[in-house]
């Protein structure tokens, strides 16, 4: 069996990636960073507009890079087998808006329906916290929705620790919420 990988974004993955959007059913993928190419226009059904979101993502990287208005820099890993794109990581690298520090937290991640269950959401995590040392982070918050028990058993075999679960009807507008959320810090 192939080993799986976590590396940079990549746009020889546009296939892959695209069926797995088609699994997820949403124009969103959880920890993939997709409203940026919202931001800007770009069309990630199409080669060119894939490639551009692909290029953002790994310049938002890299050491002093400047993120669009609104945005944090960070750095965004994929998971990927064989040239299966399964999922994706992305480490904000400071919480530079109310957003962040409320809700989304340090990292993102998700893994594609079909891949779900391998411990790929594990691996993508602890790849984020590696680079979140490496950039001399010494806690990180990461949070998820109330309901998401997987993502809640993820973070704590990571070394999470609960701050609190926020109820839904104390999420500040306007990021308004449909669920309560938990908030997990991780020391690093």
Known sequence: MTSIELCPPTAALHDSWL???DEWGTPDQ???SVFFASKFGWDLRTPQGFAQWVQLLNEMGEPGAVPPVGFAAQ???WLERGGEYLGAVSLRHALVNDFLQEIGGHIGYGIRPAARGQGLAKLA???ALEQARAL???RVLVTCNGSNIASAKTIEACGGEIERIV???EIAEP???VEDLRRYWISL
Do not use: H, I, M, V
Request: hydrophobic share 45%; glycine share 20%.
């Open 75 to 77: 750095s965004t890993l």
């Open 125 to 127: 995590l602890a790849g």
């Open 167 to 169: 109820p839904r009807e």
């Open 30 to 32: 959880d920890g993939a």
């Open 175 to 177: 990021f308004g919420a």
């Open 136 to 138: 001399g982070l010494r």
């Open 19 to 21: 069926a797995s959007w």
